[in-house]
């Protein structure tokens, strides 16, 4: 057995191999990991650039490995995507729109499966001892990875998230699982639409889920210190 020669490995966005479903990933693994949290960046994003959460949640949870993969597509202004945002207008519809998003999404969801399977395999624990968080973009990936996959996972968290809505692409039929969900979002975020709380919670209740939600007061679209807090009173 490879000696560890700190509490934490910290693994410098490395390939989890080389198949066209392989994602960039950054990892930060103790000696004994009892438990894995993999979070998802939002848009314009990357692994890397979500790394600092480890830094606050490490100390609460010292026997958990954490993942922060980076999307597959590159952003158009930078950073990455899970999937495609289509602009309003031109004909489309906002139904069109979360259409668009969620077939694009869905698409997106094959390789977080993947890497949720070796996860498992490496650090030879239960798929229930594997959470998933996602903000924004990363938080509608962290439900449908959720959902679709074919164990259930332990916990899930959008915060800030896309909506989660039914789709020609995505129906009650494809849904494999019924996680215990947090949904967070701030009273004043500006990127994501007002009702996209309200939609995600209609979808989850169509499927007989309860999530849990927190919506937070002066709140814009980040994570914020209480946001982080409900987060780790979940995750608890």
């Not at 960039?24 to 790394?51: C, D, Q, V, W």
């Not at 899970?82 to 077939?103: N, T």
């Not at 164990?151 to 039914?166: A, E, R």
């Not at 039929?173 to 969900?181: D, E, H, M, N, R």
Request: hydrophobic share 40%.
């Amino acid at each position: 057995m490879k000696k560890l020669f700190c509490t934490f490995v910290v693994t410098l966005t490395f390939l989890l191999n080389f198949s066209a479903n392989a994602l960039e990933t950054k990892s930060y693994i103790p000696e004994n990991p009892t438990r894995a949290l993999i979070f998802i960046h939002g848009y314009g994003g990357s692994g890397e650039r979500m790394t600092w959460l480890k830094d606050r949640l490490k100390p609460l949870f010292p026997d958990t490995a954490f993942y922060f993969p980076t999307a597959p597509d590159k952003a158009p202004h930078g950073g990455y995507e899970w999937f495609v945002i289509p602009e309003l207008g031109e004909g489309m519809s906002r139904e069109d729109i979360y259409q668009e998003m969620m077939k694009d999404a869905l698409r997106n969801t094959a390789p977080l499966h993947k890497l949720i399977k070796e996860i498992r395999q490496n650090l030879n624990i239960s798929y229930q001892d594997i959470d998933i968080a996602g903000f924004s973009q990363g938080g509608l990936m962290a439900l449908l990875s959720a959902l679709t996959f074919d164990d259930n996972l332990g916990k899930v968290i959008s915060l800030s998230g896309v909506p989660l809505v039914f789709t020609s692409d995505f129906t009650k039929s494809q849904v494999k699982t019924a996680p215990s969900i947090l949904l967070i979002q701030g009273n004043r975020d500006n990127i994501i639409p007002k009702d996209s709380l309200d939609l995600t919670k209609q979808t989850l209740n169509a499927l007989k889920i309860t999530p849990v939600v927190r919506e937070i007061p002066n709140m814009s679209h980040t994570i914020s210190s209480e946001a982080l807090q409900e987060l780790q009173t979940f995750l608890k």
